[in-house]
T-cell receptor
Framework: AQSVTQLGSHVSVSEGALVLLRCNYS??????LFWYVQYPNQGLQLLLK??????LVKGINGFEAEFKKSETSFHLTKPSAHMSDAAEYFC?????????????FGQGTILTVHP | NAGVMQNPRHLVRRRGQEARLRCSPM?????VYWYRQLPEEGLKFMVY????????ESGMPKERFSAEFPKEGPSILRIQQVVRGDSAAYFC?????????????FGPGTRLTVL
């Protein structure tokens, strides 16, 4: 079974500041990990994913995440926040191996960016 | 290539009525997942379907909910005798194959309001 914990339901940063959104996972098998972004009243858009290749994953819009097995973490970062980054972010896990891609999501983190 | 289509985008039903939510996957995708997003909660898996087959419905409420993905046409999530607790956003996602590493592409969602 898999689970995801996102630390901090709300994160507020100033424009230009570092963005750090935390995600810890639990999985009985090697996981695949995803970060999705959701803008108000829209669907989810994939930012990036880890599929057991490089542990540092680069995604769209300047975001990246690092898979740390020893810490069971997959934190999302961006060096410099833009106003357009304000949205809700979801970390998700699916089981690795041959299992199908049923996603287990964290509770989400709402990112607010101040001018 | 059109993305995942869902309709209607907004649906209002009175208690006891039926709700039918439709999802057309991306072209070439034969794997469909349904997720529900309740207010103040993250997304929860409901059901995974391939063409003409329900593979995993472990997240579906035992009563009143059903899903199908016929050989021709969209996937349908059906809720009979809706209650206020069914008010939520329902998202459909599709992927090209079964693998856990495959990206799931999300539709814009159907927001169901039960009066």
């Amino acid at each position: 079974a898999q689970s995801v914990t996102q630390l901090g339901s709300h994160v507020s940063v100033s424009e230009g500041a570092l963005v750090l959104l935390r995600c810890n996972y639990s999985s009985s098998v090697p996981p695949y990990l995803f970060w999705y972004v959701q803008y108000p009243n829209q669907g989810l858009q994939l930012l990036l994913k880890y599929t057991s290749a490089a542990t540092l994953v680069k995604g769209i819009n300047g975001f990246e995440a690092e898979f740390k097995k020893s810490e069971t973490s997959f934190h999302l970062t961006k060096p410099s926040a833009h106003m357009s980054d304000a949205a809700e972010y979801f970390c998700a896990v699916s089981a690795g191996g041959t299992s199908y891609g049923k996603l287990t999501f964290g509770q989400g983190t709402i990112l607010t960016v101040h001018p | 290539n059109a993305g995942v289509m869902q309709n209607p985008r907004h649906l209002v039903r009175r208690r006891g009525q039926e709700a039918r939510l439709r999802c057309s996957p991306m072209k070439g995708h034969s794997h469909v997942y349904w997720y529900r997003q309740l207010p103040e909660e993250g997304l929860k898996f409901m059901v995974y379907l391939q063409k003409e087959n329900i593979i995993d419905e472990s997240g579906m409420p035992k009563e009143r909910f059903s899903a199908e993905f016929p050989k021709e046409g969209p996937s349908i999530l059906r809720i009979q005798q809706v209650v206020r607790g069914d008010s939520a956003a329902y998202f459909c996602a599709s992927s090209p194959s079964q693998g856990g590493a495959d990206t799931q592409y999300f539709g814009p969602g159907t927001r169901l309001t039960v009066l």
